[in-house]
């Protein structure tokens, strides 16, 4: 995706080495800024939305599931495809 889904949205995701491929929910969204390498600090810049993260609640956990004790996780917007 290049652009980030709202909460509530259902996505897929296709599976990488630590989370199998899934469809869940969006719960939350992660903007990321722009880091100054010069200043060694974040800047209020952000960067594209498919830069962005995102909180992904699957419908059911896929295998592999490197997140014990946790029903969701966090890939990258670039990373998900509409469900």
Known sequence: MNKCPMIGDR???PGRVHVGPCVGVVTEIYP??????AREHCTWELEPEREWSVAVKPDALPTPWCYPGRDCFAPAVKDLRRA
């Open 11 to 13: 996505v897929r995701y």
């Open 32 to 37: 990321e800024y722009v880091w100054d390498e």
